[in-house]
């Protein structure tokens, strides 16, 4: 089934504790991103991938990290997490850059005390 | 997802009657517009794409208008189900804006029984 998985799906973590979000997706997708979702405020692009080893900054880039070693693989790392970090994240890709269908993976749920 | 629909614009419709969401956009240089659905606790899902260079266009139950005029957007929905209850997002695609979707904050569509 093509999917796009993230790990793990709920998250309670403490400010400064360094974690990572993984992301993976077996359609051979070369764009993929990240999103927070914040009420009120819908989704906001924080890193994007064109393909392997090309990563971008997105709308809100700040307190995030991202990696792209492999086509399928796209982790989201936070090297010291905040309260104002708590969000709804999701992880996207596409076939291209620029292509208008982008599949989401189901979410995490952060929460940083 | 969860607590997604707080502060957001809501439509209410009964079943069986047809939903019209709207959305007003900002780069009259975007090259497409979208619209995805996001359901309680899922990831936002691909609807259907509109160029800019079109005005109308029909999927399954549900056609897109574009108003380039007064920058304007919507959605409608023949035959509203109660499986349609979600938040609607409008999106744009600027192909020369590093190919970024730029999401709307979204529409809470309810169809009641």
């Known amino acids: 089934e093509a999917q796009v998985t993230q790990n793990p799906r709920y998250l309670i973590t403490v400010t400064g504790k360094k974690l990572t979000v993984t992301c993976s997706q077996n359609m051979n997708h070369e764009y993929m991103s990240w999103y927070r979702q914040d009420p009120g405020l819908g989704l906001r692009q924080i890193y994007y991938s064109m393909n392997v080893e090309v990563t971008d900054k997105g709308d809100v880039p700040e307190g995030y990290k991202v990696s792209r070693k492999e086509k399928r693989n796209f982790p989201l790392i936070l090297e010291s997490p905040s309260p104002n970090q708590t969000s709804l994240y999701f992880c996207?890709?596409?076939?291209?850059?620029?292509?208008?269908?982008?599949?989401f993976g189901p979410g995490t749920r952060l929460t940083v005390t | 997802g969860e607590n997604v629909g707080l502060h957001l614009p809501t439509l209410s419709v009964q079943e069986g009657d047809n939903s019209i969401i709207n959305c007003a956009y900002s780069n009259s240089a975007s090259d497409y517009f979208i619209w995805y659905k996001q359901e309680s606790g899922k990831g936002p899902q691909f609807i259907i794409d509109i160029r800019s260079n079109m005005d109308k266009r029909q999927g399954q139950r549900v056609t897109v208008l574009l108003n380039k005029t007064v920058k304007h957007l919507s959605l409608q929905i023949a035959a509203t189900q109660p499986g349609d209850s979600a938040v609607y997002f409008c999106a744009e695609n600027c192909i020369g804006s590093n190919y970024k979707l730029t999401f709307g904050k979204g529409t809470l569509l309810t169809v009641n029984p």
């Open positions: 996207a890709s596409s076939y291209a850059p620029g292509h208008n269908e982008q599949y």
